[in-house]
T-cell receptor, first 116, second 114 residues
Framework: AQTVTQSQPEMSVQEAETVTLSCTYD???????LFWYKQPPSRQMILVIR??????QNATENRFSVNFQKAAKSFSLKISDSQLGDTAMYFC?????????????FGTGTRLQVTL | NAGVTQTPKFRILKIGQSMTLQCAQD?????MYWYRQDPGMGLKLIYY???????DKGEVPNGYNVSRSTTEDFPLRLELAAPSQTSVYFC?????????????FGEGSRLTVL
């Protein structure tokens, strides 16, 4: 079974600064998907960024980018130019492409606080 | 579009009571899911469905039941509530076939069992 580990329960960053959230995972599969989901205080979770394991290029979505190290099984999220609206819980998630549904395995989350 | 709608948002149950958490989506998604989120933990999959009339167990199905009679609705039934079922429950949906991993979540239902 796959496991996802987020070792930083809480982080804080000042507005306009850059912060990196860590995620490691364990799997024996060669092809898979990795995700970062954001859960703002309103609690509705939304997808931030997605990475396909067979793609060597790191995914980027505006101010959000990932550092995907397949050999190390590491998948960190970098948030540049942090904004107050980035305050949220961030979950790293893993998905195997096999199977009939998008069954995700989630990490325990990192609570990010953006301060003035 | 409303997206994924969950009701109720909050509920307190006594031990042994039963209830149904409602979930509806208006995006014509084939796949629907129920997760629970305990404090300090990640989301755990309870049940999922790949279409009307088809459901399957996830990681933590004990104490729950589901049905999927329509594409839009995916209710979660709690029978004989126990304190261990105190949690926040999230319903989610995703389009079928593409299986890209993007889930669309509801706002959650906070359940307390006393």
């Amino acid at each position: 079974a796959q496991t996802v580990t987020q070792s930083q329960p809480e982080m804080s960053v000042q507005e306009a600064e850059t912060v990196t959230l860590s995620c490691t995972y364990d799997t024996s599969e060669n092809n898979y998907y990795l995700f970062w989901y954001k859960q703002p205080p309103s609690r509705q979770m939304i997808l931030v960024i997605r990475q396909e394991a067979y793609k060597q290029q790191n995914a980027t979505e505006n101010r959000f980018s990932v550092n995907f190290q397949k050999a190390a099984k590491s998948f960190s999220l970098k948030i540049s130019d942090s904004q107050l609206g980035d305050t949220a819980m961030y979950f790293c998630a893993f998905m195997s492409p096999t199977g009939t549904a998008s069954k995700l395995t989630f990490g325990t989350g990192t609570r990010l606080q953006v301060t003035l | 579009n409303a997206g994924v709608t969950q009701t109720p948002k909050f509920r307190i149950l006594k031990i042994g009571q039963s209830m149904t958490l409602q979930c509806a989506q208006d995006m014509n998604h084939n796949y629907m899911y129920w997760y629970r989120q305990d404090p300090g933990m990640g989301l755990k999959l309870i049940y999922y469905s790949v279409g009307a009339g088809i459901t399957d167990k996830g990681e933590v199905p004990n104490g729950y039941n589901v049905s999927r009679s329509t594409t839009e609705d995916f209710p979660l039934r709690l029978e004989l509530a126990a304190p261990s079922q105190t949690s926040v429950y999230f319903c989610a949906s995703s389009p079928g076939r593409t299986n890209t991993g993007e889930l669309f979540f509801g706002e959650g239902s906070r359940l307390t069992v006393l």
